[in-house]
């Protein structure tokens, strides 16, 4: 009887599992006529067809707003691909997903939605699009990870795309209900829209020119969001030796917008020219200065002064990082040279800091390794 039972059981998880994986494999495309895309549509999946496979590929898949994207020069990296198609919506996305699927990429972001809104589609079925795309996507190539980003605020201040700026409630809905459907449908969700909402949730006017596109600080500040996910490292800078204070802030400096580095003590010269050779190997060309730069200028500062530490205080350093300024301050030109450590670690972008305070010193007179 015991056996039976046993036996019962057996037959019923297989059972259970072989439903599932039936029910999964059932994933299936809509197929939509050709006459529902544009001519550049076309044009691009065309393209995108006739390329060559290559392996481990970093896609970002969307619409217009990733079509502008100089991906694999923004990031310095072939095997960033764009997928991006002006005027592109979910539909499209899903009629040309077997291009992408299929060459197996090891990471896809998709941004995609703010089209289908302007015309007219519910939320609900942008989110709905959206999973079927996830579930497609998990099914063909179930090792690509998916990183599915919010979509973007709009601002309606420069008077075009109205029937895209007009439907700032409706991005909100979408990017809630996809947040919340992440864990359910395993992909992961980059939340971009908080980083480039102003304080009253629309788009910031120095990141675009028409209120829905982006301008070249958009997509700088957009990589730098999504950089550590490219790579596969951890949301902030992973700082070696961990700093004894560090309080993590809200906001990012632009190295990108930064005049100069600015140094008064002729004894950090050397310090000095050292950030900016680091710098400029990042694509960031600095002048130095013994002058501060005006007001409204954001600049790289160095400078001595009187760090509290518990230990070794001549080594000591703080670092403080804010939208505006970077400000070193070291009690000798030996502090300096560690905080510059730190500050290039921030600095892994190439394009922003996270804006943060940071206090450190060693905690032993001496370092080594262990071999």
């Not at 809905?173 to 908080?194: M, P, S, W």
């Not at 790289?300 to 009187?306: A, M, S, T, Y």
């Not at 040279?337 to 305070?357: E, I, K, P």
């Amino acid at each position: 009887m015991q056996r039976r039972q046993s036996l019962c059981r057996i037959v019923t998880v297989l059972f259970f599992l072989l439903v599932n994986h039936i029910s999964w494999s059932q994933v299936v495309l809509p197929k939509f006529p050709d006459s529902l895309f544009s001519t550049y549509y076309h044009q691009r999946v065309t393209h995108f067809k006739s390329l060559p496979q290559t392996g481990g590929d970093v896609i970002f898949l969307g619409n217009s707003i990733t079509d502008g994207g100089e991906w694999s020069e923004l990031f310095a990296d072939l095997k960033i691909k764009n997928r991006g198609i002006s005027g592109d919506v979910t539909a499209g996305v899903l009629a040309r997903l077997d291009e992408v699927a299929g060459r197996k990429p090891s990471r896809i972001f998709l941004l995609i939605g703010t089209n289908d809104l302007a015309r007219g589609l519910s939320p609900d079925s942008v989110v709905k699009n959206i999973l079927l795309i996830a579930s497609y996507l998990k099914q063909s190539t179930p090792a690509t990870r998916l990183f599915v980003q919010s979509i973007l605020p709009v601002n309606e201040a420069f008077g075009k795309f109205s029937g895209h700026t007009s439907k700032a409630a409706q991005i909100k809905e979408v990017n809630t209900k996809l947040r919340l459907q992440a864990a359910a449908y395993t992909f992961e969700y980059l939340d971009l829209f908080t980083a480039f909402a102003d304080e009253n949730g629309k788009l910031k006017k120095d990141l675009t020119n028409d209120g829905l596109h982006l301008s070249g600080n958009g997509y700088l500040l957009w990589k730098h969001l999504v950089y550590p996910h490219v790579y596969g490292l951890q949301k902030e800078a992973a700082l070696l030796p961990l700093p004894q204070q560090l309080q993590w802030e809200t906001g990012y400096f632009p190295l990108h917008e930064s005049a100069a580095i600015v140094v008064k003590e002729e004894s950090l010269q050397k310090e000095a020219m050292l950030l900016q050779k680091e710098m400029e190997r990042k694509g960031v060309k600095l002048k130095l200065t013994n002058k501060a730069v005006p007001i409204g200028e954001k600049a790289i500062v160095l400078q001595l002064g009187n760090v509290n530490a518990a230990l070794q205080k001549a080594e000591a350093y703080q670092l403080r990082v804010t939208e505006n300024s970077v400000l070193l301050t070291a009690n000798s030109s030996h502090g300096i040279f560690n905080g510059l450590q730190t500050l290039l670690q921030l600095a892994r972008s190439g394009v922003m800091l996270d804006a943060c305070t940071i206090t450190d010193w060693p905690a032993f007179a001496w370092r080594g390794y262990m071999i």
